[in-house]
Each structure stands twice: as structure tokens, then as C-alpha cells.
Nanobody
Framework: QVQLVESGGGLVQPGGSLRLSCAAS????????MGWYRQAPGKERELVAA??????NYADSVKGRFTISRDNAKKTVNLQMNSLKAEDTAVYYC?????????WGQGTQVAVSS
């Protein structure tokens, strides 16, 4: 079955960095669109970044600070988050889209606070 397992969340001070990773299995990873979403308390889940083959897409709020990457051999997708702000605090979810079906990981908490 499809599995998406996130890691790398935690507590960081404003201006700091974190790297999230998602290990995928159970589907042909190399042809899936992979993404990261986040959901803050009281808000809707929103797209942070997505990556297909050679194409990336970012939310305006994270452009220039976050970088999404994928390793098709290792079946992983990463999100490097720099210059973190308090408003980046949320649960971050790994997402896979393949053959018109969407899959989600369990989420990892990111908290940005001094």
C-alpha cells in the first residue's frame, strides 16, 4: 500500500532552518507529482511547494526561502526551509498525486518561536 512518512519537524527560532523529508513507497514515485502542504491552527490546508519532473511550484509566502527537491532513486522528497518565520508554524504534510489519486502522510509539526 501507499506510504508517505515525514520526518524532520521540530521547534526552531525565527530566522532558523529546518529540513523536512518524506519517504515514499507503494507507487511509481518517479512519475508522481510530489508536494508539501501545511495547515496552521484554525486555517485551511495550503500548498507550500510541489515538484514534478524538472518543474517546481511554490506558494508566494515561501518563495526565496523554501526549496523542494526529490530523489527518485531513494524515493524521497525534501523541503529545505530557511529564514523561518512565526507564520510558518503549522503541521506539514507530504502529498503524492498519481493517476488522479491523492495520498497524504501523517504530518510533522513545525513550530517557529523564540
Amino acid at each position: 500500500q501507499v506510504q508517505l512518512v515525514e520526518s524532520g519537524g521540530g521547534l526552531v527560532q525565527p530566522g532558523g532552518s529546518l529540513r523536512l523529508s518524506c519517504a515514499a513507497s507503494g507507487f511509481p514515485f518517479s512519475i508522481a507529482t510530489m508536494g508539501w502542504y501545511r495547515q496552521a491552527p484554525g486555517k485551511e490546508r495550503e500548498l507550500v511547494a510541489a515538484i514534478t519532473t524538472g518543474v517546481t511550484n511554490y506558494a508566494d509566502s515561501v518563495k526565496g526561502r523554501f526549496t523542494i527537491s526529490r530523489d527518485n532513486a531513494k524515493k524521497t522528497v525534501n523541503l529545505q526551509m530557511n529564514s523561518l518565520k512565526a507564520e510558518d508554524t503549522a503541521v506539514y504534510y507530504c502529498n503524492a498525486m498519481y493517476q488522479f489519486t491523492t495520498y497524504w502522510g501523517q504530518g510533522t509539526q513545525v513550530a517557529v518561536s523564540s
